[in-house]
């Protein structure tokens, strides 16, 4: 069974560039879920995405935004980098259904460095 | 405002001890809990979860305790093992939550256990 595999692992960008990430859900998932934890914070949820639609955002600008294919492999997009979204950012996967019917599975995460 | 506490930033215990990591909540319409162990450069790993319907579950080691009235939850582990440390985070959801992938976590509590 294949995990939950983000990429770049690593990523340094200037402020006010975009930059996108990279998800591969698990195998069987077919819900994305999208996490920034900033230094010393718990995940925060960004947004989540089920059958290519998104289906829940937390409170996260508008320049934060996402897709999600039809092999259920997601990507977050962030425009107009700030210092503030440095951070590590986490890929989770669910069977439909979500937390209630079984637990978010999360990827190793993406280190994005602004300067 | 945190909807979701973890007041203890680390806790130091001796191998074979108890562990006893400690979240309360404010929001009384959460009515699903979790907890995920997470090591360095790796993503948060579910360990225990447990519904507002119970007041307790178990899985080996560890065991979650939950007091509705109290607004409070621990996770208790018993015996602690040097591969405990970790950094705890204590999650949870509610129905009206949005997307059941909307967990609201804690800060976290580093667990050292020491030989």
């Known amino acids: 069974e294949t995990g939950v595999t983000q990429s770049p692992t690593h990523l340094i960008k200037t402020r006010g560039q975009q930059v996108t990430l990279r998800c591969s859900s698990q195998?069987?998932?077919?819900?994305v879920s999208w996490y920034q934890q900033a230094l010393g914070q718990g995940p925060q949820f960004i947004f989540q995405?089920?059958?290519?639609?998104?289906?829940g955002r937390g409170n996260f600008p508008p320049r934060f935004s996402g897709l999600q294919f039809p092999n259920y492999s997601s990507e977050l997009n962030v425009n107009a980098l700030e210092l503030d979204d440095s951070a590590l950012y986490l890929c989770?996967?669910?069977?439909?259904?979500?937390?209630?019917?079984?637990?978010?599975?999360f990827g190793n995460g993406t280190r994005l460095t602004v300067t | 405002d945190q909807q979701v506490k973890q007041n203890s930033p680390s806790l130091s215990v001796q191998e074979g001890r108890i562990s006893i990591l400690n979240c309360d909540y404010t929001?009384?319409?959460?009515?699903?809990f979790l907890w995920y162990k997470k090591y360095p450069a790796e993503g948060p790993t579910f360990l225990i979860s447990?519904?507002?319907?119970?007041d307790k579950n178990e899985d080996g080691r560890f065991t979650v305790f939950l007091n509705k009235s109290a607004k409070h939850l621990s996770l208790h582990i018993v015996p602690s093992q040097p591969g405990d440390s970790a950094v705890y985070f204590c999650?949870?959801?509610?129905?009206?939550?949005?997307?059941?992938?909307?967990?609201?976590f804690g800060k976290g509590t580093k667990l050292s256990v020491k030989p």
């Open positions: 989770a996967s669910s069977p439909a259904g979500g937390a209630l019917l079984s637990p978010l599975h």
């Open positions: 195998s069987g998932h077919n819900t």
């Open positions: 995405y089920y059958r290519e639609e998104e289906n």
């Open positions: 929001n009384s319409m959460f009515d699903y």
């Open positions: 447990i519904s507002s319907i119970k």
């Open positions: 999650a949870a959801s509610s129905p009206t939550g949005g997307s059941q992938g909307n967990l609201i």
